[in-house]
T-cell receptor
Framework: DAKTTQPNSMESNEEEPVHLPCNHS???????IHWYRQLPSQGPEYVIH???SNVNNRMASLAIAEDRKSSTLILHRATLRDAAVYYC???????????FGPGTRLSVLP | ETGVTQTPRHLVMGMTNKKSLKCEQH?????MYWYKQSAKKPLELMFV???????ENNSVPSRFSPECPNSSHLFLHLHTLQPEDSALYLC???????????????FGSGTRLTIV
Protein backbone atom coordinates (compact mmCIF):
# COMPACT_ATOMS: atom_id res chain seq x y z
CA ASP A 1 0.00 0.00 0.00
CA ALA A 2 1.06 3.58 -0.67
CA LYS A 3 2.49 5.24 2.43
CA THR A 4 1.33 8.74 1.48
CA THR A 5 -2.00 10.56 1.38
CA GLN A 6 -2.86 13.38 -1.01
CA PRO A 7 -6.05 15.27 -1.93
CA ASN A 8 -7.81 13.67 -4.89
CA SER A 9 -7.96 16.88 -6.89
CA MET A 10 -6.99 20.54 -6.85
CA GLU A 11 -7.59 23.55 -9.07
CA SER A 12 -5.38 26.47 -9.82
CA ASN A 13 -5.49 29.54 -12.00
CA GLU A 14 -2.88 30.00 -14.67
CA GLU A 15 0.22 31.96 -13.63
CA GLU A 16 -0.56 31.58 -9.93
CA PRO A 17 1.46 29.49 -7.47
CA VAL A 18 0.23 26.01 -6.58
CA HIS A 19 0.90 24.19 -3.31
CA LEU A 20 0.29 20.45 -3.49
CA PRO A 21 0.27 18.83 -0.03
CA CYS A 22 1.28 15.31 0.95
CA ASN A 23 1.12 13.51 4.28
CA HIS A 24 3.54 10.69 5.09
CA SER A 25 3.23 10.22 8.83
CA UNK A 26 4.90 6.77 8.84
CA UNK A 27 8.06 7.93 7.06
CA UNK A 28 11.31 6.42 8.30
CA UNK A 29 14.53 8.31 8.80
CA UNK A 30 16.11 7.14 5.55
CA UNK A 31 13.09 7.43 3.22
CA UNK A 32 13.47 9.90 0.38
CA ILE A 33 10.32 11.79 -0.64
CA HIS A 34 9.78 11.74 -4.39
CA TRP A 35 7.31 13.62 -6.58
CA TYR A 36 6.30 12.55 -10.06
CA ARG A 37 3.66 13.85 -12.41
CA GLN A 38 1.78 12.12 -15.21
CA LEU A 39 0.45 14.08 -18.14
CA PRO A 40 -2.39 12.59 -20.20
CA SER A 41 -1.35 9.61 -22.34
CA GLN A 42 2.22 9.64 -20.99
CA GLY A 43 4.25 7.80 -18.41
CA PRO A 44 5.06 9.45 -15.07
CA GLU A 45 7.77 12.08 -15.13
CA TYR A 46 10.20 12.78 -12.29
CA VAL A 47 9.69 16.20 -10.72
CA ILE A 48 11.81 16.46 -7.58
CA HIS A 49 12.93 14.56 -4.50
CA UNK A 50 14.42 15.31 -1.10
CA UNK A 51 15.32 13.90 2.30
CA UNK A 52 15.28 16.64 4.92
CA SER A 53 16.11 20.03 3.46
CA ASN A 54 13.95 22.00 1.08
CA VAL A 55 14.89 21.45 -2.55
CA ASN A 56 14.59 23.56 -5.67
CA ASN A 57 14.97 22.72 -9.34
CA ARG A 58 13.84 24.20 -12.63
CA MET A 59 10.45 22.50 -12.39
CA ALA A 60 9.41 23.03 -8.80
CA SER A 61 10.31 23.43 -5.14
CA LEU A 62 9.86 20.85 -2.41
CA ALA A 63 9.19 22.02 1.13
CA ILE A 64 9.66 19.30 3.76
CA ALA A 65 8.26 19.71 7.26
CA GLU A 66 10.75 19.65 10.10
CA ASP A 67 9.33 16.36 11.43
CA ARG A 68 9.24 15.00 7.85
CA LYS A 69 5.67 13.81 8.24
CA SER A 70 4.45 16.03 5.46
CA SER A 71 5.74 17.84 2.41
CA THR A 72 4.50 20.33 -0.16
CA LEU A 73 5.29 20.53 -3.84
CA ILE A 74 5.30 24.12 -5.02
CA LEU A 75 4.81 25.14 -8.63
CA HIS A 76 5.71 28.81 -8.66
CA ARG A 77 3.65 29.84 -11.70
CA ALA A 78 1.21 27.26 -12.98
CA THR A 79 0.78 26.92 -16.72
CA LEU A 80 -1.79 24.94 -18.68
CA ARG A 81 0.93 22.38 -19.37
CA ASP A 82 1.19 21.68 -15.65
CA ALA A 83 -2.26 20.06 -15.63
CA ALA A 84 -1.49 16.47 -14.63
CA VAL A 85 -1.76 13.89 -11.86
CA TYR A 86 0.91 14.56 -9.23
CA TYR A 87 2.21 11.66 -7.17
CA CYS A 88 3.97 11.95 -3.82
CA UNK A 89 5.84 8.70 -3.16
CA UNK A 90 8.08 7.08 -0.60
CA UNK A 91 10.43 4.27 -1.44
CA UNK A 92 9.26 0.88 -0.15
CA UNK A 93 12.38 -0.65 1.37
CA UNK A 94 10.68 -4.03 1.81
CA UNK A 95 9.60 -4.38 -1.81
CA UNK A 96 12.59 -2.33 -3.04
CA UNK A 97 10.46 -0.12 -5.28
CA UNK A 98 8.18 2.91 -5.43
CA UNK A 99 4.53 2.34 -4.55
CA PHE A 100 2.21 4.77 -6.30
CA GLY A 101 -1.06 5.97 -4.81
CA PRO A 102 -3.89 7.68 -6.71
CA GLY A 103 -2.15 11.08 -6.60
CA THR A 104 -3.66 14.57 -6.92
CA ARG A 105 -5.26 15.58 -10.21
CA LEU A 106 -4.32 19.22 -10.80
CA SER A 107 -6.50 21.29 -13.11
CA VAL A 108 -5.17 24.65 -14.32
CA LEU A 109 -7.76 27.20 -15.39
CA PRO A 110 -6.92 29.85 -17.99
CA GLU B 1 11.78 11.21 -25.47
CA THR B 2 12.66 10.35 -21.90
CA GLY B 3 15.53 7.96 -22.53
CA VAL B 4 13.28 4.93 -22.07
CA THR B 5 11.66 3.75 -25.31
CA GLN B 6 8.68 1.43 -25.40
CA THR B 7 7.27 -0.30 -28.46
CA PRO B 8 4.66 -0.61 -29.72
CA ARG B 9 2.77 2.46 -28.45
CA HIS B 10 -0.57 0.76 -29.10
CA LEU B 11 -1.46 -2.92 -29.38
CA VAL B 12 -4.79 -4.63 -29.99
CA MET B 13 -4.78 -8.39 -29.64
CA GLY B 14 -7.19 -11.24 -29.33
CA MET B 15 -7.34 -13.43 -26.26
CA THR B 16 -5.61 -16.33 -28.01
CA ASN B 17 -2.76 -14.31 -29.51
CA LYS B 18 0.86 -14.15 -28.40
CA LYS B 19 2.65 -10.82 -28.48
CA SER B 20 5.58 -9.08 -26.79
CA LEU B 21 6.13 -5.59 -25.43
CA LYS B 22 9.62 -4.15 -25.68
CA CYS B 23 11.44 -1.62 -23.50
CA GLU B 24 14.88 -0.18 -24.15
CA GLN B 25 17.06 2.24 -22.17
CA HIS B 26 20.55 3.56 -22.82
CA UNK B 27 20.84 5.60 -19.65
CA UNK B 28 23.29 3.23 -18.02
CA UNK B 29 20.70 2.21 -15.45
CA UNK B 30 20.92 -1.21 -13.83
CA UNK B 31 17.34 -1.72 -12.69
CA MET B 32 14.26 -2.03 -14.89
CA TYR B 33 10.59 -2.33 -14.01
CA TRP B 34 7.21 -3.19 -15.50
CA TYR B 35 4.14 -1.38 -14.17
CA LYS B 36 0.48 -1.80 -15.12
CA GLN B 37 -1.94 1.14 -15.07
CA SER B 38 -5.61 0.24 -15.44
CA ALA B 39 -8.28 2.88 -15.93
CA LYS B 40 -8.87 4.94 -12.77
CA LYS B 41 -6.41 2.84 -10.73
CA PRO B 42 -2.92 3.62 -9.39
CA LEU B 43 0.15 2.17 -11.03
CA GLU B 44 0.74 -1.44 -9.99
CA LEU B 45 4.24 -2.88 -9.93
CA MET B 46 4.53 -6.14 -11.89
CA PHE B 47 8.20 -7.08 -12.15
CA VAL B 48 11.60 -5.77 -11.04
CA UNK B 49 14.97 -6.63 -12.55
CA UNK B 50 18.31 -5.66 -10.99
CA UNK B 51 21.39 -6.38 -13.09
CA UNK B 52 19.28 -8.64 -15.31
CA UNK B 53 18.10 -10.75 -12.36
CA UNK B 54 14.43 -10.76 -11.45
CA UNK B 55 14.12 -9.60 -7.86
CA GLU B 56 10.38 -9.06 -7.65
CA ASN B 57 7.31 -10.74 -9.09
CA ASN B 58 4.30 -9.01 -7.62
CA SER B 59 1.90 -11.98 -7.83
CA VAL B 60 1.47 -11.50 -11.55
CA PRO B 61 -0.43 -14.22 -13.48
CA SER B 62 1.72 -16.55 -15.56
CA ARG B 63 0.14 -15.29 -18.79
CA PHE B 64 2.60 -12.39 -18.36
CA SER B 65 6.20 -13.51 -18.80
CA PRO B 66 9.09 -11.03 -18.45
CA GLU B 67 12.51 -11.35 -20.02
CA CYS B 68 15.62 -9.25 -19.41
CA PRO B 69 18.43 -10.37 -21.77
CA ASN B 70 20.72 -7.49 -20.74
CA SER B 71 20.60 -4.38 -18.60
CA SER B 72 19.36 -2.23 -21.51
CA HIS B 73 16.43 -4.32 -22.70
CA LEU B 74 13.28 -5.62 -21.07
CA PHE B 75 10.46 -7.58 -22.64
CA LEU B 76 6.99 -8.55 -21.50
CA HIS B 77 5.68 -11.62 -23.31
CA LEU B 78 1.89 -11.92 -23.43
CA HIS B 79 -0.24 -14.99 -24.12
CA THR B 80 -3.91 -15.91 -23.64
CA LEU B 81 -4.73 -12.59 -22.01
CA GLN B 82 -8.12 -11.65 -20.59
CA PRO B 83 -10.17 -8.49 -21.26
CA GLU B 84 -9.31 -7.20 -17.77
CA ASP B 85 -5.66 -7.12 -18.85
CA SER B 86 -6.42 -4.14 -21.09
CA ALA B 87 -4.34 -1.31 -19.62
CA LEU B 88 -1.36 0.98 -20.08
CA TYR B 89 1.87 -0.97 -19.52
CA LEU B 90 4.75 1.18 -18.39
CA CYS B 91 8.45 0.40 -18.30
CA UNK B 92 10.85 2.30 -16.06
CA UNK B 93 14.54 2.21 -15.27
CA UNK B 94 16.73 3.52 -12.46
CA UNK B 95 20.20 3.39 -10.98
CA UNK B 96 18.71 1.93 -7.80
CA UNK B 97 20.46 -1.07 -6.33
CA UNK B 98 20.34 -1.31 -2.58
CA UNK B 99 17.19 0.55 -1.71
CA UNK B 100 16.46 3.86 0.04
CA UNK B 101 15.03 5.47 -3.05
CA UNK B 102 18.02 7.71 -3.59
CA UNK B 103 17.53 7.63 -7.33
CA UNK B 104 14.38 8.35 -9.26
CA UNK B 105 12.78 6.36 -12.03
CA UNK B 106 12.71 7.25 -15.70
CA PHE B 107 9.51 6.02 -17.33
CA GLY B 108 8.72 5.29 -20.93
CA SER B 109 5.52 6.53 -22.57
CA GLY B 110 3.89 3.15 -22.24
CA THR B 111 2.10 0.65 -24.45
CA ARG B 112 -1.68 0.96 -24.55
CA LEU B 113 -2.89 -2.66 -24.70
CA THR B 114 -6.44 -3.58 -25.68
CA ILE B 115 -7.64 -7.17 -25.48
CA VAL B 116 -10.57 -7.99 -27.75
Amino acid sequence: DAKTTQPNSMESNEEEPVHLPCNHSTISGTDYIHWYRQLPSQGPEYVIHGLTSNVNNRMASLAIAEDRKSSTLILHRATLRDAAVYYCILYDNYGQNFVFGPGTRLSVLP
Amino acid sequence: ETGVTQTPRHLVMGMTNKKSLKCEQHLGHNAMYWYKQSAKKPLELMFVYNFKEQTENNSVPSRFSPECPNSSHLFLHLHTLQPEDSALYLCASSQEVAGQGLFGYTFGSGTRLTIV
